[in-house]
């Protein structure tokens, strides 16, 4: 196939092209590993990165083109991890060596769907692995949830980490001493931290530094994390949980009530070390903290079996002043065999002046790609992109999906590396 593909941009001028690093004198027998073989990834964070990776390992011929819409690669690696924790960045050192590779080139600045169709890709390369990832969000779908002041986690999360999408974002963070964090995953733990750390210690990070200056100016004093179900199910890890309870002036809020378990509660600890050990954590905290109660210190309560309703205004009208949440109690789904929540019928207030949400980032589909809006996925097959849902679907010829498009948005950065080595491994075998 071809290799060069003109952008319509001319501010860009941007081709697909390079000279080809082959012996003249080599000889390649048909099928062999050493074949020419063209790919476009297409994202290039932890997933994006990972299969080209595996790509260039699996494969002596292979030519790895990484596209990106932004003028800078790792995706969530630069812009999702929270800016006190380094050590989860050291991998870009790994991607930087994939990137210096040869035979690996990497072009910021195109956007699938605007700058370059999907079909103009599959006609330029051999494969075409889709890595773009979930960059949407979740919504409720509730009244009230275009006041000013209700932002998503990901959004927040991209402004402090100085994502360009999001530098003028500016959170009001001084117009409340209250901030309601909707979600206890451990995106959700992150903003909270964010907010409640003190700033000298984010001065030593890469954070943005409109957002250091923003954050030393907060007069946020409470954060509540809000979640639907109870401390069991809180779907955080425990080393995330571990650090924000570990904070330094911030005292830990929990009521006692929460705390008790039922019969399904412990069978769930009993299955999930994760379940028990966040439980036990929450429990340990809860004891110290009632013995520590410093009015000079920050507070963040843990807010469980709560589920918002509505989003009501402040007295201007149009910008968040409460958030109106419903009672929830767990009740046994039988068709899964896991608690859900379902609300009481009773409802109560919570007052704030800014609402981050956390439940979950959602993937958008582009022209020419079947998509599952349900799962927020494309169909696929180990990584084979199918044409459509149906049990019977075929798969389309050389396209492939890895990471939060092919599984969801769920994972650490290191689980992207089984993905990316499922979808490579079926992409040079097909």
């Known amino acids: 196939m071809g290799r060069g593909l003109l952008l319509p941009h001319t501010r860009r001028l941007m081709l697909f092209m390079r000279p080809m690093r082959y012996s003249a004198s080599a000889t390649v027998t048909a099928g062999s590993s050493r074949d020419p073989l063209h790919v476009c990834v297409v994202g290039s964070g932890p997933a994006g990165f990972y299969t080209a990776e595996k ?17 800078t690669p790792f995706g969530l690696v630069r812009s999702g991890v929270a800016p006190d924790h380094p050590e989860t960045k050291i991998v870009v050192n790994q991607f930087s060596r994939v990137a210096a590779n040869p035979r690996c080139s990497f072009f910021g600045n195109v956007t699938l769907g605007s700058d370059v169709s999907l079909s103009e890709l599959r ?102 994390l809000v979640g639907r179900r109870g401390p069991v199910q809180a779907a955080c890890t425990a080393k995330e949980l571990r650090e924000i309870l570990g ?65 009501l205004p402040s007295e201007d009208g149009s910008t968040v002043g409460a958030v109106e949440l419903e009672k929830t109690l767990l009740k046994d789904d039988g068709a899964t065999g896991k608690q859900v929540a379902v609300g009481t019928g009773e409802f109560e207030e919570l007052k704030c002046g800014i609402v981050l949400k956390s439940i979950g980032y959602k993937s958008l589909p582009i022209e020419g790609l079947s998509f599952d ?20 679907a075929t798969v389309e010829p050389g396209l492939y999906v890895v990471g939060w498009l092919k599984r969801g948005p769920t994972g650490i950065v290191a689980t992207n590396l089984h993905c990316a080595k499922e979808t490579a491994h079926v992409a040079l075998l097909y």
């Open 55 to 71: 790509m260039l390992k699996g494969h002596e011929g292979v030519q790895v083109d990484i596209i990106d819409r932004l003028p």
């Open 123 to 224: 006609k330029t390369y051999d494969v075409v692995v889709l890595a773009y990832g979930a960059e949407s969000d979740r919504s409720f779908g509730i009244p009230g949830e275009d006041l000013r002041g209700i932002h998503s986690a990901r959004e927040f999360v991209w402004w402090y980490n100085g994502h360009p999408d999001m530098c003028n974002l500016a959170p009001d963070l001084t117009n409340t001493d209250s901030a309601v964090v909707l979600g206890q995953g451990n995106v959700a733990l992150d903003v909270a931290r964010i907010l409640l750390r003190c700033t000298t210690e984010l001065a030593s990070t890469d954070i943005a530094g409109y957002a250091l200056d923003a954050l030393r100016s907060s007069t946020i004093r409470k954060v509540y």
């Open 247 to 311: 904070l330094k002036n911030v005292n830990i809020c929990i009521k006692e009530a929460d705390l008790a378990t039922s019969p399904a509660d412990k069978e769930e600890m009993r299955n999930s070390r994760i379940k028990r050990r966040v439980y036990e954590l929450l429990s340990k905290a809860a004891t110290v903290h009632q013995e520590n109660n410093d009015n000079d210190q920050k507070e963040l309560h843990f807010v469980f079996f709560r589920k918002p309703t509505k989003f």
């Open 373 to 392: 809006k349900y799962r927020g996925v494309v169909p696929n097959l180990r990584g084979r992109v199918l044409c459509s849902e149906s049990e019977t």
